[in-house]
């Protein structure tokens, strides 16, 4: 879309060039436009060619505005990312932490049948043999 705006700006540059070449020196023959039309027309080609410099302006700095939000939402979404990434490398530092921990014999805090027998938790049995005493 832009660089159809700047051919047709171009087009217009390159047809007012001429049009200013060829007035100095026109003499209207009968059913063409007087030198006065010729001079309004170019006017209001200068004015065009002006309103759409302004709107490629205009539009220029709405898309340097969508890509700064563009930028701030892509850093936003980085610093997510890396906060995900701390928490599941945190969670597994404390699973790794937790299982080497359940290596000793450590009581789950409920107590047997017979009310003085602790019991004790998975991974303890199997360290400890199987044994709860």
Partial sequence: MHA????????AGKLIAEA???RSG????????????LDAMVEGMKNDLD??????????????????????MMSTVSNLLKKISDTSETITQNLKIAASAGSRRVPTGRSGRG???????????GAAGGRNG
């Fill in 51 to 72: 309103s759409m410099s302004e709107m490629g302006e205009m539009e220029s700095l709405r898309l340097q505005m969508a890509m700064d939000r563009l930028s701030k």
């Fill in 26 to 37: 026109y003499v209207p023959k009968p059913g063409q436009p007087s030198k006065a039309d």
């Fill in 4 to 11: 159809r705006r700047a051919k047709r700006q171009a087009e």
């Fill in 115 to 125: 009310g003085g027998e602790v019991e004790w938790g998975a991974a303890a049995k």
């Fill in 20 to 22: 200013q070449a060829v």
